[in-house]
């Protein structure tokens, strides 16, 4: 049974930080790509940050720069630092899996078979 559990949402300040964090289980997470997606209100569900199985991540344009992805395989387990937060990253935060890809990870989610339940990160100004 493939389980992917988040944690470490929150309320920030704007300009502040954030780190999320998920634990994998029930697959070869060091050889699937791994992501995070946001889902805002009324919003379609979006790529925020993916890396893949040599860790190489790759980024949406607007948060690039601000948050990094990392893995550890060790531990089975993916973060996700958020720093310079803006309210327009209010977000149920989702992480995912794709299991099928070991290089070169896509942002978009339907390449992600597996996901979890999300959790909520509120920025305010």
């Known amino acids: 049974l493939v389980e992917l559990v988040e944690s470490g949402g929150g309320s920030a300040q704007a300009g502040g930080s954030l780190r999320l964090s998920c634990v994998a289980s029930g697959y070869a997470f060091s050889s699937s790509c791994m992501g995070w997606f946001r889902q805002a209100p009324g919003k379609e569900r979006e790529g925020v940050a993916v890396?893949?199985?040599?860790?190489?991540?790759n980024y949406a344009d607007s948060v690039k720069g601000r948050f990094a992805i990392s893995r550890d395989n060790a531990k089975n387990t993916v973060d996700l630092q958020m720093n310079s937060l803006k309210p327009e990253d209010t977000a149920m935060y989702y992480c995912?899996?794709?299991?099928?890809?070991?290089?070169?990870?896509?942002?978009?989610?339907?390449?992600?078979?597996?996901w979890g339940q999300g959790t909520h990160v509120t920025v305010s100004s």
């Open positions: 890396i893949d199985s040599t860790s190489r991540p």
């Open positions: 995912a899996a794709d299991t099928s890809t070991l290089w070169w990870c896509h942002l978009a989610t339907g390449n992600y078979g597996y």
